[in-house]
């Protein structure tokens, strides 16, 4: 266990859950995410960035939660976290891996000017765009290998969204509940009409009674 932990003791589920499952902390990725959950709670006070300020629930609903993406982001992508708010996944994602190229894009400028802040402070600079998706997606049609979407919309409204952003070849991640197969069937004909079709659905374990799915929709 590393020695950050006694000063981060809630910190340490995060440490436990990536240990379990072969996914390396290091020192100085720890410090990262200490000092940003600090900035995050900070700036709650008086902007609305997250309703989960239990350091607990933080460690799981917001870190843990956003590591279970990495097996699904292969080396080197160009990744754009949607509707980021806070930065989730999108920045955890961004201090856990060096090799990605990360966007963060939110209609909210209040929002896009903290996780720009927040980028350089924590010495991870990302490109940070206040915009709605389908705007983006005019400028940067099919750039992006990986685009990530959590607690945005429904899954048809978000392949209308993602779709336009992502590469052919390249993946749309969904971060979902656990039940997601009426959502799935709903959203077939916008999955069809933007390229897009389910590849898999993994069941990603955040404690032992926590599980969302990630939906793994991938553009042809």
Not at 29 to 57: E, S
Request: aromatic share 6%.
């Amino acid at each position: 266990m590393m020695t950050h932990d006694r000063h981060e003791p809630d910190l340490e589920i995060v440490q436990t859950w990536a240990s379990a499952r072969g996914i390396e902390i290091t020192p100085m990725q720890f410090d990262a995410l200490a000092a940003y959950r600090k900035r995050v709670l900070d700036v709650n006070k008086y902007m609305n960035l997250t309703a989960i300020t239990d350091p607990a629930d933080f460690a799981v609903k917001h870190f843990i939660d956003s590591l279970t993406l990495l097996p699904q982001i292969p080396h080197g992508a160009n990744l754009i976290d949607i509707g980021t708010g806070a930065g989730f996944p999108g920045m955890v994602l961004h201090i856990m891996r060096n090799d990605l190229r990360v966007t963060l894009l939110d209609s909210t400028r209040k929002r896009v000017d903290f996780l720009r802040e927040t980028a350089e402070i924590l010495g991870r600079p990302a490109e940070c765009i206040h915009a709605r998706a389908e705007e983006h997606a005019r400028s940067h049609n099919g750039a992006y290998d990986i685009c990530t979407a959590r607690a945005v919309a429904r899954l048809d409204k978000l392949a209308r969204w993602a779709l336009p952003l992502v590469a052919p070849g390249g993946a749309f991640l969904a971060m979902k509940g656990p039940d997601v197969a009426e959502e799935i069937e709903a959203a077939s004909p916008a999955l069809e009409k933007y390229g897009g079709r389910v590849e898999d659905v993994f069941v990603a374990e955040l404690t032992e009674n926590l599980r969302h799915s990630i939906v793994v929709v991938r553009k042809k």
